[in-house]
Nanobody, 118 residues
Framework: QVQLVESGGGLVQAGGSLRLSCAASGMIFSRNDMGWYRQVPGKQRELVAAISSGGSSNYPDSVKGRFTISRDNAKNTVYLQMNSLKPEDTAVYYC????????????WGQGTQVTVSS
């Protein structure tokens, strides 16, 4: 079955950087769109970055210019480079895979906490 394992979260000061990684297994990684979402208690999960199977990426305005998503198909891994972090970036970050297997399925990792101190 599809498994997504995130790593790289932690505590960082405002203005700092972190890189998240998500290792995928159980699917043909190169064929699927991948994304990173985040969630804070009491709020809906929101998209922070997405990358298509072809390598096209998109970001919401809140992170554009600060976050960069990339993928390494040889390693079945998607990354999120986060620079110029702000306290409002504090959240649990989740890796997402959109897998087309007859139907479209969404898979999620377990989440990794990112805390940005002011």
């Amino acid at each position: 079955q599809v498994q997504l394992v995130e790593s790289g979260g932690g505590l960082v000061q405002a203005g700092g950087s972190l890189r998240l990684s998500c290792a995928a297994s159980g699917m043909i990684f190169s064929r699927n769109d991948m994304g990173w979402y985040r969630q804070v208690p009491g709020k809906q999960r929101e998209l922070v970055a997405a990358i298509s199977s072809g390598g096209s990426s998109n970001y919401p305005d809140s992170v554009k210019g600060r976050f960069t998503i990339s993928r390494d198909n040889a390693k079945n891994t998607v990354y999120l480079q986060m620079n110029s972090l702000k306290p409002e970036d504090t959240a649990v970050y989740y890796c997402n895979a959109r897998v087309l297997d007859g139907l479209l399925y969404n898979y999620w990792g377990q989440g990794t906490q990112v805390t940005v101190s002011s």
